[in-house]
């Protein structure tokens, strides 16, 4: 069965440091998401992207945060200069059509540790 | 804003007893529903989903849950529980406002098995 992947599984970073999260989506699916999940909290809603644009973000996705399709495959998240609240495991998500109807398929994400 | 509250932090259960966590949400119309499982180092698996119709959902792994629109309740069920069922179980809601919508999901539930 076809799923989403991400790496990497673990990133422990310095305060400041830019980091870049790794996702492959579903290959025949259009539509991409990123979620975080602070230790204990609920799991957030960051962005969502499709046709290499931004389709919607949450109040949390601020200019610290950006995403792209570099290339046929790959889905990345960067965070520019990475806060101690970064912390956070951040889930990739993917879905062939839009909607929200449209089923989410969520890879086993990243954890970030920011020192 | 829509918004969604799993009650039960963590919940113990023993194998081959049933089960019932609750999930319930805050949402002027008609909700997107769905619960969503999160095993050890894997993704987020979605269980079932509710947009219309029948109230009671069948989902995938034998487990079921009943949308409630007097009570804002859409609790999962399942009558009799495995060991492998231990994992984090996650409520979510969707806005359906059309594009590629994020999930709102509440906190989640550990379930604990004992043999």
């Known amino acids: 069965e076809p799923e989403v992947t991400q790496t990497p599984s673990h990133q422990v970073t310095q305060m400041g440091q830019e980091v870049i999260l790794r996702c492959v989506p579903i290959s025949n699916h259009l539509y991409f998401y990123w979620y975080r999940q602070i230790l204990g909290q609920k799991v957030e809603f960051l962005v969502s992207f499709y046709n290499n644009e931004i389709s919607e973000k949450s109040e949390i996705f601020d200019d610290q945060f950006s995403v792209e399709r570099p290339d046929g495959s790959n889905f990345t998240l960067k965070i520019r200069s990475t806060k101690l609240e970064d912390s956070a495991m951040y889930f990739c998500a993917s879905s062939e059509e839009q909607g929200v109807q449209e089923t989410q398929y969520f890879g086993p994400g990243t954890r970030l540790l920011v020192l | 804003a829509q918004s969604v509250t799993q009650p039960d932090i963590h919940i113990t259960v023993s194998e081959g007893a049933s089960l019932e966590l609750r999930c319930n949400y805050s949402?002027?119309?008609?909700?997107?529903l769905f619960w969503y499982v999160q095993s050890p180092g894997q993704g987020l698996q979605l269980l079932l989903k509710?947009?219309?119709?029948?109230?009671l959902v069948q989902g995938i792994k034998g487990f079921e849950a009943e949308f409630k629109r007097s009570q804002s309740s859409f609790n999962l069920r399942k009558p009799s529980v495995h060991w492998s069922d231990a994992a984090e179980y996650f409520c979510a809601v969707g806005e359906g406002r059309g594009g590629a919508d994020g999930l709102t999901f509440g906190k989640g539930t550990h379930l604990i098995i004992q043999p």
């Open positions: 509710y947009f219309s119709g029948d109230t």
């Open positions: 949402y002027g119309a008609t909700p997107y």
